[in-house]
């Protein structure tokens, strides 16, 4: 069973960092796509960046770009969320999500973690 736990989430300035944390369980990391998506209130879940690892190919949102950065550690079954220059409306509940296939998991398919929440002050 495919287990994805998020961690990391907080209250943090505009301007600030914060990293986010996925422990992954239940599946074979190395052969997975992983990635965060996002859902503000009111408005729907977006995928914000997700990687191969198999292969290294990536998807990205336009807004995040040059801020956001995803790493992951295979050998801790561990993927991360690093965000740099936040804004307000990056406030959202972040989501780690995983599926073996990176395309069909930017279309918003595979498994869930439950979320953590990231609220931006300005």
């Known amino acids: 069973e495919v287990q994805l736990v998020e961690s990391g989430g907080g209250l943090v300035q505009a301007g600030g960092s914060l990293r986010l944390s996925c422990a992954a369980s239940?599946?074979?990391?190395?052969?997975?796509?992983i990635g965060w998506f996002r859902q503000a209130p009111g408005k729907e879940r977006e995928g914000v960046i997700c990687?191969?690892?198999?292969?290294?190919?990536?998807y990205v949102a336009d807004s995040v770009k040059g801020r956001f950065t995803i790493s992951s550690d295979n050998a801790k079954n561990t993927v991360y969320l690093q965000m740099n220059s936040l804004k307000p409306e990056d406030t959202a509940v972040y989501y780690c999500?995983?599926?073996?296939?990176?395309?069909?998991?930017?279309?918003?398919?595979?498994?869930w973690g439950q979320g953590t929440q990231v609220t931006v002050s300005s």
């Open positions: 999500a995983a599926d073996p296939s990176v395309e069909r998991l930017w279309a918003h398919f595979g498994s």
């Open positions: 239940g599946f074979t990391f190395s052969d997975y796509a």
């Open positions: 990687i191969s690892n198999s292969d290294g190919s990536s």
